[in-house]
């Protein structure tokens, strides 16, 4: 009888708790998400505040503690007094999850995080006269749709790569320059192709159709419409019978393409490099039908606090030595021009692609997603992210 | 001397402050933590997001529930999750009955203390180095268990459904052991002997001495591995495949679609509810 009373008791007041959480949680989601506000820092950068608290992708802010002659953060640190706290992030989900909790300066975002940030209202226009690395950056990255509103500068390019159609040469044994292999339902690789396992990877099947299927007029596979939408998930229901499985830590894509798992699918850069050094027979190459890619870009949080520090290392991390360390270490072609001429292994610029911007011309980087359509079609709307992300997830189900 | 025996005298007069002080943490524990999670998760699958940004918006509605449970895909992940988490169930209690009767009836006294030190060995280990393991093992050309079917002309699993049934039952098989073992060594030596007196067989003991008393044992074995099954995910992710359990649809959405994910993650609880009353109404929870 007690016991009874006693848990009654109990769900009352763990219920009534909830409420007071429910209810003081609630003000926060009321911020306006329709014009991305507030006014860059107007500068000049001064002394900094004596911290520095940033978001960063794995390998983009090492200290010498996950290699001890990998630090570029530390010279940062005797050089600007501004002591860095570094957290990391898995995906890009992550990173806009964590920037709205707030508590962060600085941020290393890709194409699919940054737009979701601006209109967030969670980080502010960069002025990049006040950053002067900003001169020698590749001018194809410069004021791109994912890192600019309006003609407005939201960040400093860091560094892209490509995703590449990659094969295990036992397999495969005549070279790939298509996705081809990855889509026909007739591919005689069914049942060991693999796939990258995010929503975003939707616009890889709508690059494809870009290709195949002109008559559905998609001209940004990030920018599709409901019609167009559809076809690219008709397409990918379909490969889910050629898939082995899907991929979204980049070590168990090495383990798979070495091993021979996996024959054929999509990847990256630093994978290849990775199975390579292993031993693993594994090619990759960039399809003729072009590619999806990343081009991050570093931004300063809405209300910074450190806004000198910030601003400090927006300049260092964009400089020619630290970016070539980071591009090197990560497995990336940088964004500053200079930096080709600071790394250690000299034909690096090259295997990336660095400087070649015919290479670059076909590469669609990560955007996000928005139902007013980012090719600048306004007739229809488009399909906004948040759906990418259900219709992905019923996908995988 | 009368400062020590105040807050005992304090307690032996006001039996409440004895029961408040005693129960008062680990309850301030299952409720506000514990349980208030729980009810926190359960609220915010009826709220929805913001579109563009996965900001939350606290306005009620039933969409989340009604979107899960309407998609087919949706609804096969389910049933998909459930069987694997029976098949699981089923298979650890084929494996651990024998195990366990050995441990608890047949081995010596001086061996028994090795033998469940040795079933625990595995726990000792990381989940996820197990489950890595596994995945090697589980390569469909050179991996160990697809050699050993070689000579059948067998070709193995793979990744997949079955590769994830044998990975959990691996992970879980300890949970089932170790009480079925327990309950088999709390059995009176007697009644077996006074079975085996009346004309019983060993299977015949086993089937209505042996396997009705130590009941409650083996469905304590089976909450464990029937919910722990329920909730995994990171296996499905390393030896699945393709194939995905109903932790993976959480996984993918919660960080843009949080309410969503909460509305997802109300359902393996509501199944392990269900199946725990199924089980008290058994009866196989009173000698717990």
Request: glycine content about 8%; aromatic content about 12%; some cysteine.
């Amino acid at each position: 009888m007690h016991t009874k009373r006693l848990l009654t008791t109990a769900v009352a007041v763990s219920a009534a708790a909830l409420l007071i959480a429910a209810c003081g949680g609630s003000s926060s989601s009321s911020e306006s998400s329709a014009a991305p506000g507030g006014a860059a820092f107007a500068g000049p950068v001064g002394k900094g505040e004596g911290q520095l608290n940033v978001l960063a992708w794995p390998g983009y802010a090492e200290n010498g503690s996950t290699d001890p002659a990998v630090d570029w953060v530390t010279p940062f640190e005797t050089k600007t007094g501004c002591k860095v706290n570094v957290k990391t992030f898995g995906t890009s989900d992550e990173a806009v999850k964590l920037m709205q909790g707030g508590g962060w300066d600085v941020v290393s975002a890709s194409g699919d995080a940054t737009l979701r940030l601006i209109y967030g209202d969670n980080v502010q226009p960069v002025n990049t006269d006040l950053v002067p690395s900003y001169a020698d950056i590749f001018p194809d990255l410069k004021m791109q749709k994912f890192n600019s509103v309006n003609g407005v500068a939201y960040g400093i390019p860091h560094g892209r790569g490509a995703n590449l159609v990659m094969w295990n040469t036992d397999k495969v044994t005549t070279p790939q320059d298509s996705w081809a292999a990855t889509w026909d339902p007739a591919s005689p690789y069914k049942g060991s192709v693999t796939a990258y396992d995010s929503p975003i990877f939707i616009a890889d099947a709508a690059l494809w159709l870009m290709a195949t299927k002109p008559e559905l007029g998609i001209k940004d596979p990030y920018a599709l419409d409901q019609k167009q939408f559809d076809a690219a998930m008709e397409l990918l229901t379909q490969q889910k019978a050629l898939i082995g499985e899907y991929w979204s830590d980049y070590t168990k894509a090495v383990d798979a393409f070495k091993s021979g798992t996996t024959s054929i699918g999509t990847s990256w850069q630093v994978i290849q490099n990775l199975a390579s050094a292993d031993g693993g027979k594994v090619m990759a190459a960039k399809a003729k039908e072009g590619a999806t890619g990343w081009s991050d870009t570093w931004m300063v949080a809405k209300d910074s606090p450190n806004i000198n520090c910030a601003y400090q290392w927006l300049d260092w991390i964009a400089s020619p030595e630290v970016n070539a360390q980071v591009a090197e270490w990560f497995g990336e072609a940088p964004s500053n021009s200079k930096a080709c001429a600071m790394t250690s292994d000299k034909t690096f610029c090259d295997t990336y692609h660095a400087g070649d911007t015919a290479y670059w011309k076909d590469v669609y980087y990560w955007n996000t997603p928005t139902a007013n359509c980012l090719d600048g079609r306004t007739d229809v709307k488009c399909v906004p992210y948040s759906d990418w992300v259900t219709a992905w997830s019923a996908l995988r189900a | 001397m009368t400062t020590t025996t105040a807050p005992a005298g304090l307690g032996y007069r006001h039996p409440w402050i004895r029961i408040v002080g005693l129960l008062g943490a680990p309850l301030a524990w299952l409720v506000v933590v514990y349980l208030g999670s729980l009810a926190a998760l359960f609220v915010t699958a009826f709220w929805t997001v913001d579109d563009f940004t996965g900001q939350l918006v606290h306005t009620f509605t039933l969409a989340n529930f009604r979107e899960f449970f309407t998609n087919p895909a949706y609804l096969g992940t389910i049933a998909r999750t459930l069987s694997i988490a029976i098949c699981v169930t089923i298979l650890c209690l084929i494996l651990a009955m024998p195990v366990a009767l050995f441990m608890a009836r047949v081995a010596s006294d001086r061996w028994r203390p090795l033998l469940v030190a040795l079933v625990l060995t595995p726990l000792w280990a990381s989940y996820l180095v197990k489950v890595y393991a596994w995945r090697a093992m589980l390569q469909p050309e050179h991996g160990v268990i697809a050699w050993l079917l070689q000579p059948l002309h067998w070709s193995g699993p793979g990744y997949g459904y079955v590769g994830i049934v044998i990975t959990l039952t691996y992970l879980w098989l300890p949970y089932m052991i170790l009480p079925v073992y327990a309950g088999l060594s709390r059995l009176p030596q007697s009644l077996l002997d006074a079975s085996a007196d009346l004309g019983a067989g060993n299977a015949r003991t086993l089937r209505t001495v042996v396997v009705p008393l130590v009941w409650p044992s083996i469905v304590a074995g089976s909450v464990f591995t029937f919910s722990l099954s329920l909730g995994d995910y990171i296996t499905a992710q390393i030896v699945g495949g393709k194939v995905t359990m109903l932790g993976n649809v959480v996984q993918t959405t919660y960080v843009n679609n949080l309410p969503f994910a909460a509305a997802v993650a109300t359902v393996p609880v509501i199944i392990v509810l269900l199946y725990l009353a199924a089980v008290r109404r058994a009866g196989a929870l009173d000698q717990l």
